[in-house]
Structures are given as C-alpha cells and as structure tokens.
C-alpha cells in the first residue's frame, strides 16, 4: 500500500536553514493532510494540517504547502533548530464530515538539524 | 495540556497470551483510534470507535483483535492469542468531533511477543 509517499528517508540541514520535507499521495480521495513529528520510543506529535480546500498553511515557523494538481505536500520549517531533528510523518485522510476517519501514513523522514 | 496516555510503556508476552492495552483519550474527545507500527515498517492502522462501536477496522483487525470503552475514560485493546508478528508499538489516539479530522496520539505500548 503505496497510498502515501515520503521518498526521502533522510534530510541533513544546517540550524538557521530552511527544512524542506516531501510527500506525494496517490488516492485522489483524500481531502486533508497532516503533518506529525516522532521521537524515538514516543507517539507521533501533530504539527500542522491543511484542508484540501486551501493551498498553504502557516503556524510559526513550520508551513505546509499542497499542490492537488499534482498530488505532493510539502513542509516548510523556516529557520530550522536542532529541537527539530526527528521523523516527520505525512499522514492523508478521506472519509464523509462525520466520520472517524483513518490515517494513511507515509513512510517517514528523518530531519536532522546541524548547528 | 491535555493528552492521551496509554499503560503499560512496554509489555512482554508469551506467544498465545492474552493482552489488554490500555488508553486514556483526551476526555472531551469522542472518536478513538489504534494504530500500530513494526519495527522499520509504517503506522498502519487497526481500528476506528466512535459511540460505542467500531466505526471502521483495517484487515489487520481480526478475529484476535477486541477494543472496548468499558467506562467513560478508558479505551482498550485486547488481543486474545497474540502471535510473534503482533510485536509491535500500539499508538492510541483521539479526536474531538465531527469535522475535526486532527487525531492526537499517546506516547505508545511497546508489545513484544516471545
């Protein structure tokens, strides 16, 4: 199940830098995108959602930005600080308002800030 | 800030044992997820209970899988006869109402079966 997509398992920035992470999906169903940071040995942790409604949204420095046309997601983290070394999750959901709705997670990428 | 807790952190079981995870979702939060993810592999989702039911289960969710709201707190996982390949970390989460898609996760149930 390839529904999700994060092609690059590893990311290397510099601290101050921006961090650019990736996500294609395939199932043109899915009307809402998230974004979750894990640390070893913890839950995934909810950074930031978009509706496929809109085509950006910001909250300090992470922004996502959503191109359905082409089906990709990116995360914007500007500027980037060793507190955000981790891995980041895409994660797409689709379903009716009411419903509890599944995530589809991707593989994950690891963002690791240098100082 | 409220968050969702799940006990034990790690649990360790023979293979064919019977297994309860336990979670504490957000308290005004109205659906409930499991998920679970193998070592190197994704979050793979289990199952979905919203108003006392299963709302949604993945084909991972068998005939081995249980989940229960016995109270108005907590939300359980149960695995009747647990196999090698069910150690995995088990991820609880909750989200608030309908059109809020947002679900928010508990730190995780190390399960490992020997």
């Known amino acids: 199940d390839q529904q999700v997509k994060q092609n690059s398992p590893s990311l290397s920035v510099q601290e101050g830098r921006i961090s650019i992470l990736n996500c294609d999906y395939t199932?043109?169903?899915?009307?809402?995108f998230l974004w979750y940071k894990k640390y070893p040995a913890e839950g995934p942790t909810f950074l930031i959602s978009?509706?496929?409604?809109?085509d950006k949204n910001e909250d300090g420095r992470f922004t996502v930005f959503l191109n359905k046309s082409a089906k990709h997601l990116s995360l914007h983290i500007v500027p980037s600080q060793p507190g955000d070394s981790a891995v980041y999750f895409c994660?797409?959901?689709?379903?009716?308002?009411?419903?509890?709705?599944?995530?589809?997670f991707g593989s994950g990428t690891q963002l690791t800030v240098l100082p | 800030e409220p968050e969702v807790t799940q006990t034990p952190s790690h649990q360790v079981t023979q293979m064919g044992q019977e297994v309860i995870l336990r979670c504490v979702p957000i308290?005004?939060?109205?659906?409930f997820y499991w998920y679970r993810q193998i070592l190197g592999q994704k979050v793979e989702f289990l199952v979905s209970?919203?108003?006392?039911?299963?709302?949604?289960k993945s084909e991972i969710f068998d005939d081995q899988f249980s989940v229960e709201r016995p109270d108005g707190s907590n939300f359980t996982l149960k695995i009747r006869s647990t196999k090698l390949e069910d150690s995995a970390m088990y991820f609880c989460?909750?989200?608030?109402?309908?059109?809020?898609?947002?679900?928010?996760f508990g730190p995780g149930t190390r399960l490992t079966v020997l």
């Open positions: 978009i509706s496929s409604i809109k």
């Open positions: 199932n043109s169903m899915f009307d809402y």
């Open positions: 308290s005004n939060h109205l659906y």
């Open positions: 209970f919203y108003n006392n039911e299963i709302s949604e």
């Open positions: 989460a909750s989200s608030e109402q309908a059109g809020v898609y947002t679900q928010y």
């Open positions: 994660a797409a959901s689709a379903g009716s308002s009411g419903s509890a709705r599944q995530l589809t």
